[in-house]
Nanobody, 126 residues
């Protein structure tokens, strides 16, 4: 299973970006998907998760109301729409997947994910 994250860039505060996580190999509709980020000098942080079914989504308070996770099983792709970006959102963003049962909710623990993408840099200037 390979994951390719893309869509990062340099934007100004208040702008929007949409990150894409393209998954190849495996069976995408069996995977929960998560987005994480790591800023310089900081630990990895959970940003968003979506269940295998797409019915459950989870966000930390730091991005709730600004970020939206979604998935397109036909395209084997997950997305992270980021609106109202702030300088503190600056980080390398990673997507990850884990094969789960259909009833499992979105997963927030990075240690539970099996596969990771290479990361895409998001830089927000003030």
């Amino acid at each position: 299973v390979q994951l390719q994250a893309s869509g990062g860039g340099l934007v100004q505060a208040g702008d929007s970006l949409r990150l894409t996580c393209k998954v190849s190999g495996g069976t995408f509709n069996r995977y929960a998907v998560g987005w994480f980020r790591r800023a310089p000098g900081k630990e990895r942080e959970f940003v968003s998760g979506i269940s295998r079914s797409g019915n459950d989504k989870n966000y930390p308070d730091s991005v709730k109301g600004r970020f939206t996770i979604s998935r397109d099983n036909d395209k084997k792709t997950a997305y992270l729409q980021m609106n109202g970006l702030k300088p503190e959102d600056t980080a390398v963003y990673y997507c990850a997947t884990k094969s789960t049962l259909l009833t499992v909710p979105a997963i927030t623990d990075p240690n539970l994910y099996d596969y990771w993408g290479q990361g895409t840099q998001v830089t927000v200037s003030s």
